[in-house]
């Protein structure tokens, strides 16, 4: 999922910028993240120390009011984030040549004295940035080679569902993606030993994290995004939501009430 962040120590014009992001983020059937704002380069850069990630989208505002100012800022960026979609938003549009000065490659540089045009600026880079952002991910796409002896299919991991043991049947499994299943012969071992991006959920379950929709955290249990409901063990529960918050897919509470398109992995905590 593309995550998206602003950085500008103006309440006011964070607000309206966050809202104009969001906005953006709820109309288009992306797979967008909600933006995530900052007020200072001092509190961005350490959240990104913490939850490193690639290719996310940057909307800087030049003068932040600190010791560094947004293009050092958007440097800096691009040193930890080489693939980062860096915007400018700002004022002072005399600055801009800072701009190559520093090798930022920002996308735009967006003046907020134009109110319309600002607008449009901003759906037009989140437009442009998710399409870099699917060229890279098809571009580094994997496959999950499953050989059933008479056939050998190579399944995207990003069309797996889940994996499950095969109930009358020793050491053969069962592949689920959204379309349909393949049986083949195997051990949940192994899955996770050639693909460690999926999470041993139960003792016969490995869930793709990406494909959750809800964690029932009393229950123990998992819904899919296609509605599959599948069991998380005790044991694994706790490691369960930590993954999926270390990787920015699941949300702490489920009473914000977000739109499901947002957050899909928001986890359900029921008394």
């Given at each position: 999922m593309l995550r998206i962040y602003i950085c500008e120590d103006r309440p006011e014009q964070r607000e309206l910028i966050e809202r104009l992001v969001n906005k953006v983020v709820m109309e288009e059937d992306y797979n967008l993240e909600f933006a995530v704002s900052f007020d200072n380069p001092t509190t961005l850069l350490g959240h990104l120390e913490i939850n490193p990630v690639k290719g996310a989208l940057y909307f800087l505002d030049v003068d932040l009011q600190h010791e560094m100012n947004g293009i050092e800022l958007g440097a800096k960026i691009r040193e930890i984030d080489i693939s980062a979609t860096i915007v400018f938003v700002t004022t002072h549009s005399e600055m801009a040549h800072l701009v190559f000065v520093h090798k930022v490659e920002a996308l735009e540089y967006i003046i907020k004295d134009d109110p319309k045009k600002m607008v449009s600026s901003i759906k037009d880079c989140i437009q442009l940035a998710y399409r870099r952002y699917l060229d890279g991910k098809h571009s580094l796409r994997k496959y999950f080679v499953v050989n059933t002896g008479a056939s050998t299919w190579n399944v995207p991991y990003d069309e797996i569902l889940y994996f499950e043991t095969h109930v009358n049947m020793p050491h053969k499994l069962i592949l689920h993606t959204a379309t349909g299943e393949i049986d083949f012969r195997g051990k949940l071992s192994d899955v996770i030993a050639s693909a460690p991006e999926f999470f041993t959920c139960h003792r016969s379950f490995v869930v793709n994290p990406e494909k959750i929709?809800?964690?029932?955290?009393?229950?123990?249990?998992?819904?899919?995004?296609?509605?599959?409901?599948?069991?998380?063990?005790?044991?694994?529960?706790?490691?369960?939501?930590?993954?999926?918050?270390?990787?920015?897919?699941?949300?702490?509470?489920?009473?914000y009430g977000f739109s499901e398109t947002a957050y899909p992995n928001m986890y359900r905590q029921t008394s």
């Open positions: 929709k809800y964690v029932d955290k009393a229950k123990k249990k998992i819904e899919l995004i296609n509605g599959e409901v599948i069991p998380v063990s005790a044991l694994r529960m706790s490691e369960l939501l930590r993954t999926l918050l270390n990787e920015g897919m699941v949300q702490t509470d489920y009473t």
